[in-house]
T-cell receptor, first 111, second 112 residues
Framework: QKEVEQDPGPLSVPEGAIVSLNCTYS??????FMWYRQYSRKGPELLMY????GNKEDGRFTAQVDKSSKYISLFIRDSQPSDSATYLC???????????FGAGTRLFVKA | GAGVSQTPSNKVTEKGKYVELRCDPI?????LYWYRQSLGQGPEFLIY????????DSGLPNDRFFAVRPEGSVSTLKIQRTERGDSAVYLC??????????FGEGSRLTVL
């Protein structure tokens, strides 16, 4: 079993839809939870960064962490064609420097 | 430039050859990471440097892989006796201590 599980998709939605992306994990020591966005042939770039459980909102993006269920989510409101990319969840332990990534979910937002 | 720079952007080599991939991190970033990303997969951790020393090399798949960072800035990932299974995008990232990773665009390695 992988430490971080993420459905690779692809996920195709119409413009303006609410998108829900999810990951599960097995390592209870993970304390930092991140979402990265990766465009084709580019390196990943950080979208959201949260510590421990709870919600964090940034514009159209909301990240949720439920440590009791070992489940994290990213919601995208009013999705745009420019949101079309691969979304990678990532996690690390407190004081640790090794960030573990999920497989990534490919998202297509159709105009 | 302001970002992480990786060279070459593309490398095609033959099985059994030696390859070097270079990473120039963001100025002032003490932490440097190498990841490998295969098609349809997320980045897989290879090695982490804090300054000049490899603080964690647990992700290097075998002894054909080696990385150095002699002056605490530029790093080179070295792959000996390349195999077709080594074909992937090799990503470098840097950061200030822990926290956000800033990635380069990667070096795409193809082993024929």
């Amino acid at each position: 079993q992988k430490e971080v599980e993420q459905d690779p998709g692809p996920l195709s939605v119409p413009e303006g839809a609410i998108v829900s992306l999810n990951c599960t994990y097995s390592n209870s020591a993970f304390q930092y939870f991140m979402w990265y966005r990766q465009y084709s042939r580019k390196g990943p770039e950080l979208l959201m960064y949260t510590y421990s459980s709870g919600n964090k909102e940034d514009g159209r993006f909301t990240a949720q962490v439920d440590k009791s269920s070992k489940y994290i989510s990213l919601f995208i409101r009013d999705s745009q064609p420019s949101d079309s990319a691969t979304y990678l969840c990532a996690m690390s332990e407190a004081g640790g420097f090794k960030t573990i990534f999920g497989a990534g979910t490919r998202l297509f937002v159709k105009a | 430039g302001a970002g992480v720079s990786q060279t070459p952007s593309n490398k095609v080599t033959e099985k059994g050859k030696y390859v070097e991939l270079r990473c120039d991190p963001i100025s002032g970033h003490t932490a440097l990471y190498w990841y490998r990303q295969s098609l349809g997969q997320g980045p897989e951790f290879l090695i982490y440097f804090q300054g000049t020393g490899a603080a964690d090399d647990s992700g290097l798949p075998n002894d054909r892989f080696f990385a150095v960072r002699p002056e605490g800035s530029v790093s080179t990932l070295k792959i000996q006796r390349t195999e077709r299974g080594d074909s992937a995008v090799y990503l470098c990232a840097s950061s200030l201590t822990d926290g956000e990773l800033f990635f380069g665009e990667g070096s795409r390695l193809t082993v024929l």
